[in-house]
């Protein structure tokens, strides 16, 4: 299995960027989604999550209004577009899958099965 974020990348705040998780090696649309940030000495945070068929999200509270998880099930693609960017979203952003879906369970990292190796936004100010 292969998670391949891109996307990320160098932006001013109030910008916008979308990244792309491609997905490789597994039956994709059988597979919630998650996007995961962390900052330098922090924790790995939940972002945003998206259930398999897509129907359902979860958002981080700092991701509500600004950042939208979408997924492409032809295309083995889940995104996260980010709108009204700040300094504070600078992180590494990481793509993971699970079988397993609750809103509860998506926040949780021990939720996941696989991880992408992660794609560095910066936003300066």
């Known amino acids: 299995v292969q998670l391949q974020a891109s996307g990320g990348g160098l932006v001013q705040a109030g910008d916008s960027l979308r990244l792309s998780c491609a997905a490789s090696?597994?039956?994709?649309?059988?597979?919630?989604m998650g996007w995961f940030r962390q900052a330098p000495g922090k924790d790995r945070n939940i972002v945003g999550a998206i259930k398999w068929s897509g129907g359902s999200t979860y958002y981080a509270d700092s991701a509500k209004g600004r950042f939208s998880i979408s997924r492409d099930n032809a295309k083995n693609t889940v995104y996260l577009q980010m709108h009204s960017l700040k300094p504070e979203d600078t992180a590494v952003y990481y793509c993971a899958a699970s079988n397993k879906w609750t809103v509860s369970g998506s926040q949780d990292r021990t939720h996941y099965d696989y991880w992408g190796q992660g794609t560095q936004v910066t936003v300066s100010s």
């Open positions: 090696g597994l039956t994709f649309s059988s597979y919630a």
